[in-house]
Each structure stands twice: as C-alpha cells, then as structure tokens.
C-alpha cells in the first residue's frame, strides 16, 4: 500500500519567488495535515483539513501562506512570496480521520535564498 | 505549552531494551498517549498508542502509569536502525481532536 506521497523532495528557490508543495495522502485517508518542521525542533502544525474543509488554519501565517484541498483528496501547500526565515521541511500527513493516528510523507526540503 | 516532558538524549546498547519515558502529569481523561518517532531525513514514522491500559505492537511496548501521568515507550531489543529522535505526544480523542502538538522529543542513539 503507497503511503503519503509528497513533492518534490527538495525544492531551492530565491526570496520573494513562490513556490508549491503537493500531497497525496493514503487512499481513504479524509483528514490531512500540512506541517512544518524546523532544524532541531518537532513538526508544528500549520493546517488540518476534513475532506475539503480547512478545520484548524489558525497556525497558518495567511498573508503569505495558502493551502487547498480540492475534491478532498490531493493537496497543495503555496507560499507567496517566500522569505528566508521558511527555509524548513514541510511535511503532510493523513489519516483516517481526525480520531485515528497520522502517517507521514518524507517531507519536502524547502532552502530559500 | 507542551504536554508532555521527555529527556532530550539518551543512549542504549545495541540488543538490549531501550526504555523512554515520558511526563504528562496534566493529562485528562479523554487523552490518550501516542508515540512517533523520527529517523533522521524522514517524516515522523507511527510507533503506537493507548489511553489506560498497556499496549504492545509488533515495534513496541506502552506502559502507561496508574494515575496516566506518566508512561514508558520500550524498545525490546533495540537496534541499529532504532536511532531516532522519540516523540511522546498527548492527543485528544473526542469529538474536537486536534492535531498532533510534538515537542522537541528524545533523541535515542543505539551504541553498537
């Protein structure tokens, strides 16, 4: 069975240009999450969605963050315009539902510069 | 606030059983107690998780405490390959549950 499945996996981009992140969670999977992990710290949450709807967002930084989940399945995470201070991995997880544990993609490896 | 508190390292010999232990001394009743841990360069991998009673899976043991105020991830025959920061996390299981909070976990180092 394929797990989460994000990318791309490593992604380099100058300050003040966008840039996407995608995931596809387990199949079947109706809650995900969109996490970012700094060097040395745990994962913190930025979003959870139920199907399409955002739940929780209110760690998302939405001036210049957005995220959607169309038809509840795949998903994109899009930061405009990035600044230096996101260079981070951003990491996205699904389960079950919201009640049920979490599994995680790698990871996508974001250096702005 | 974190939930939880975890020692930021520790060390085990290869072969021999790690034992993690974690505080949650403000857990409620609705709370269970869950476990993931991070090998380096990848996602946070599922370990296990329980609410009262002791749980056991084919990675690992939970001993969680009478009073759930406290609890013991252990590794029965740690490897290699066990070497991963640990994380303990306390999660709702109510209708409200929120996401995973981690903290900054257990960095475990198997010694060969």
């Known amino acids: 069975e394929a797990g989460v499945v994000q990318s791309p996996r490593y992604k380099i981009i100058e300050k003040k240009q966008p840039v996407a992140f995608w995931c596809n969670p387990i199949s079947g999977h109706n809650t995900l999450y969109w996490y970012l992990q700094n060097l040395g710290q745990g994962p913190e949450l930025l979003i959870r969605?139920?199907?399409?709807?955002?739940?929780?967002d209110s760690q998302l930084p939405k001036d210049r963050f957005s995220a959607e989940r169309l038809k509840g399945v795949d998903s994109t995470l899009k930061i405009q315009p990035a600044e230096l201070g996101d260079s981070a991995v951003y990491l996205c997880?699904?389960?079950?539902?919201?009640?049920?544990?979490?599994?995680f993609g790698q990871g996508t490896r974001l250096t702005v510069v | 606030d974190a939930k939880t508190t975890q020692p930021p390292s520790m060390d085990c010999a290869e072969g021999r059983a790690a034992n993690l232990p974690c505080n949650h001394s403000t857990i409620s009743g609705n709370e269970y107690v869950y476990w993931y841990r991070q090998i380096h360069s990848q996602g946070p991998q599922y370990i296990i998780h329980?609410?009262?009673n002791n749980e056991t899976n084919e990675m690992a043991s939970l001993i969680i405490t009478e009073d759930r105020k406290s609890s013991t991830l252990i590794l029965p025959h740690a490897t290699l390959r066990d070497t991963a920061v640990y994380y303990c996390?306390?999660?709702?299981?109510?209708?409200?549950?929120?996401?995973?909070?981690f903290g900054k976990g257990t960095h475990l180092i198997i010694q060969p």
């Open positions: 969605y139920e199907n399409e709807e955002a739940v929780d």
């Open positions: 996390i306390v999660r709702s299981a109510g209708g409200g549950a929120d996401g995973l909070t």
């Open positions: 329980g609410l009262k």
């Open positions: 997880a699904s389960s079950l539902d919201m009640r049920t544990e979490a599994f």
